[in-house]
């Protein structure tokens, strides 16, 4: 085993990234790309949206949908796609030769997971600008910075969360399966749409510990204009359990290719 | 249409489902979320409101479902390379894919009757229908009509290679204007005609009138409504004859089927 | 029958138009195996796609079994069928008995001759034991072979095989070849794309060669040589590498084309002369300085005449 390698490792991020970006707009024009990430963020807003419009609810106002599914596209994107890789990696049957190659799978996947992860941002952007024009979202007293923070943050765990499962999905016959379930379930979960005091009591431990549960209270007190000392805790949790999530990614991954060189089952793919 | 034809791909559709059942999640899953979603956010509200969730949530469950595999049906078939044996084939498309469909269709059912039950047993609304027999039939007719779209789906998805990114983008846009959850009126003025163009739309408000006391509807009545589906219904299967047709000409002329 | 068959496929964003086939014609009388034979991208497939009514031709003709194959697409391919190589074609998730019967019924055959001829199908193509098994779990050869009985579920009175034993190893393509050959003894017209020499001339009654989407030639092996009857072959066998030899025979005056190989222990050249010139000596005097362990004139094999016709084509 050499040593860490900072230039090659780069080199590879590098590379892994660009086939990333490549792979997606082989099947598909850019533009369509982005035209189905505007109007998925778009309608899946709007549903949600209409839905407390009607309701009436005093606590889940419009307003407090929007924002909530402002920062839950975040998980839509860069959560699934990331979530998604090895297993798109299986489907076309080019992992045996990523875990032949010399570079590990934790790095590769890395350097993939860039490209999803400034989708990510593309997304949330184009959602609160949705939620203000649009949905009438007042944001006027919001600390830009912090909301800035709250973004980056959120999709760096995002993406600890994704590895994490995508490197679960590796053993799963069914990853993609894995990856859709998880990308939806913050809807619910996460007080996107309504507060987790809705949830039964057993399940809100479960909310506690998803980033995404942190990252929307963070960004709907940022939005009342919150200083950075005052979302700390929130952002803490997010870098902690994005953290733990990457490191664990990193080890299921390392663990995965020994068992795999160990017994030869490659075919499994 | 050749009934044999038909029935062995819906043999074939049914077996295809059968080895690998848990396929069904990923169409499952939005419809799900949004359904207890919804049901969350009408925490407060009681009575028909909550129970026109718990049956728009059904017809969520049946348009993510029509819409994955109805879309996939024919680019299966290209991607597998299945579609130069069904091609060469005195068969004519439409019957194959119609065959699937009719399965695709009864398992929407199931994702339906399963997001129902679910809602009844989690919120506990309680539906009492006031004309089972009636509202069953107009559930069958908003089946079909789903499934006609379905049709010119899997015919317009096999002409663009792009036909995965527009399916995820059509889900959302119709649990919009479908009015499953909430009634097309609070919609803003340019996606109403959208929603009248729809025949889901119809036939989610024919059901409401069915099974909701009160609810007034979108005006022309059970009878208007059901009717006004059936009449889209058969323009989209018209749609779908043309859009097959035309599959057939290019395929036959350019040698692929489409190009983006 | 096919009468000056030309297919263009307009060209995308400013490319040019390609003449995929153009103008080419033929006949294949009923119970032959008829063999077209070309290189890579020559309209083979192209061509065979017309004739099974997939594409429509954009000028000339073609008859299949008395039928025009632009309007009469749907007789036509009640009595057709098409095998292409590689794996894909089979619905995975399906077992190979489960596939036969579906594209039995797309095809309308009787319940009870449909079952029994599965039966009789799945004993030709020696998969009786894993009919109930699903295509997924399939060997490579296992699928071809369950490929072409997919193709016989409707009996056809002609079968179009695009280069059947494309990438299976040498035994499997064997066995595919003596499964052609029992198809054609029944009665089975054949047409089949290949671009392995040996197989056109082992299994065709006649080949018909195309390069560049034109038909240069066609008879059955032994006219095909006769045809290029101004060509000879220089055999020259030898124990060191010729590169710089071929080198020099390439732009000597009377050599139609050199093609030279390594096989174990040795490097085989075959130099194809016009017959009128006497090069023996000059291939003589170029090989100088090598060990040269055979040379002299040899008759010239379908591949040399493959060769000649082609290349002749391209210049």
Wanted: with cysteine; glycine share 8%; aromatic share 10%.
């Amino acid at each position: 085993m050499e040593g860490f390698n900072v230039m090659r490792t780069a080199r590879i991020l590098a590379h892994s990234s660009s086939l990333s970006i490549r792979n997606t707009f082989a099947a598909i024009p850019w533009w369509l790309w982005l035209a189905q990430v505007l109007l998925t963020s778009l309608f899946s807003m709007a549903f949600f949206a209409f839905v407390a419009d009607f309701a009436g609810n005093p606590e889940v106002t419009v307003a407090y949908v929007v924002l909530g599914n402002s920062i839950q596209s975040i998980a839509m994107v860069t959560l699934y796609s990331i979530a998604n890789l090895p297993a798109i990696e299986k489907h076309v049957g080019t992992m045996p030769v990523l875990i032949s190659s010399p570079s590990g799978l934790f790095t590769i996947f890395t350097g993939m997971a860039l490209f999803q992860i400034l989708a990510g941002f593309l997304t949330v952007i184009v959602s609160l600008g949705y939620a203000v024009f649009i949905f009438g979202l007042d944001l006027s007293a919001m600390n830009y910075e912090v909301m800035a923070a709250i973004v980056i943050i959120t999709a760096f765990s995002m993406a600890g969360l994704g590895m994490m499962i995508g490197a679960i999905g590796i053993y799963l016959r069914t990853g993609m399966i894995l990856a859709s379930v998880v990308s939806y379930i913050g809807l619910v979960l996460c007080g996107v749409n309504f507060p987790v005091s809705y949830l039964p009591t057993w399940l809100q431990p479960v909310s506690y510990s998803l980033p995404l549960t942190y990252a929307v209270e963070a960004a709907r007190a940022a939005a009342e204009g919150a200083t950075l000392t005052e979302v700390f805790p929130e952002i803490g949790m997010m870098l902690l359990l994005g953290g733990a999530m990457l490191i664990l990614s990193w080890f299921m991954l390392r663990g995965f290719e020994r068992m795999v060189r160990r017994n030869g089952s490659y075919e499994a793919f | 249409m050749n009934i044999r034809v038909t029935y062995a791909a819906f043999r074939q559709q049914m077996t295809h489902f059968l080895t690998d059942p848990q396929w069904i999640i990923p169409s499952l899953i939005a419809p799900f979320m949004f359904t207890i979603v919804t049901l969350m956010i009408f925490k407060d509200v009681d009575g028909p409101i909550v129970l026109q969730a718990v049956l728009g949530g059904g017809v969520l469950g049946m348009w993510g479902n029509t819409l994955y595999s109805s879309g996939w049906s024919i680019s299966y078939d290209r991607y597998n390379g299945t579609l130069e044996p069904l091609m060469v084939s005195p068969t004519n498309l439409m019957d194959v894919v119609t065959g699937r469909s009719i399965w695709n269709t009864l398992i929407g059912l199931s994702n339906a009757v399963l997001v129902f039950i679910f809602a009844e047993l989690m919120f506990q609304t309680g539906v009492g229908l006031s004309d089972p027999l009636q509202f069953f039939f107009i559930l069958v007719i908003t089946l079909a009509s789903l499934a006609s779209i379905g049709l010119i789906f899997s015919a317009f998805f096999v002409l663009t290679r792009a036909s995965s990114v527009l399916m995820s983008s059509l889900e959302f846009p119709i649990y919009v204007v479908s009015g499953a959850m909430f009634p097309i009126s609070i919609l803003p003025g340019w996606a109403i005609p959208i929603s009248y163009i729809l025949a889901p739309s119809w036939g989610v408000d024919a059901m409401k009138i069915a099974a909701i006391d009160g609810y007034t509807g979108i005006g022309p009545g059970i009878l208007g409504s059901l009717g006004i589906m059936i009449g889209l219904t058969v323009l989209y299967i018209i749609m779908a004859k043309w859009f097959f047709r035309k599959i057939e000409r290019n395929v036959r002329n350019h040698g692929t089927i489409g190009r983006f | 029958m096919v009468e000056e068959l030309t297919k263009v496929f307009p060209g995308k964003r400013k490319r040019p138009d390609k003449r995929a086939v153009d103008g080419i014609s033929f006949h294949v009388k009923r119970g032959e195996i008829f063999g077209l034979l070309g290189p890579n991208g020559a309209g083979k497939t192209t061509t065979i796609r017309m004739l099974s009514t997939m594409l429509i031709p954009t000028s000339g003709s073609a008859m299949v079994l008395g039928q025009d194959v632009t309007k009469d697409e749907v007789r036509i391919r009640r009595r057709i069928n098409l095998v292409s190589g590689g794996e894909r074609g089979l619905y995975y998730r399906l077992t190979g008995r489960q596939n036969l019967r579906f594209f039995s019924e797309l095809y309308g055959i009787d319940p009870h001759i449909r079952d029994e001829r599965i039966d009789r199908l799945l004993e030709l193509v020696d998969l009786k034991e894993s009919a109930d098994l699903r295509v997924e779990d399939y060997s490579r050869g296992m699928k071809q072979r369950i490929h072409i009985a997919r193709a016989l579920v409707n009996d056809p009175e002609v079968l179009f095989l695009d280069e059947p034993t494309l990438g299976l190893d040498p035994e499997i393509a064997r066995d595919i070849r003596a499964l052609i050959r029992r198809m054609a003894d029944q009665g089975t017209t054949i047409l089949l794309t290949t671009h392995y020499m040996f197989e056109a001339e082992e299994l065709c009654d006649r080949i018909a060669i195309i390069s560049n989407g034109k038909l240069v030639a066609q008879g059955n092996a032994l006219e095909l040589k006769d045809s290029v009857n101004n060509a000879t072959v220089i055999h020259v066998e030898t124990r060191d590498d010729p590169f710089e030899a071929v080198d020099v025979l390439e732009d000597t005056e009377g050599v139609i084309h050199v093609n030279y190989d390594r096989v174990p222990g040795r490097f085989i050249t075959r130099i194809q002369v016009e017959q009128s010139s006497d090069l023996l000596g000059d291939v003589n005097e170029v090989m100088r300085g090598l060990r040269v362990l055979r040379i002299g004139y040899d008759e010239p094999t379908l591949e040399d005449t493959y060769i000649t016709l082609v290349s002749a084509n391209e210049h």
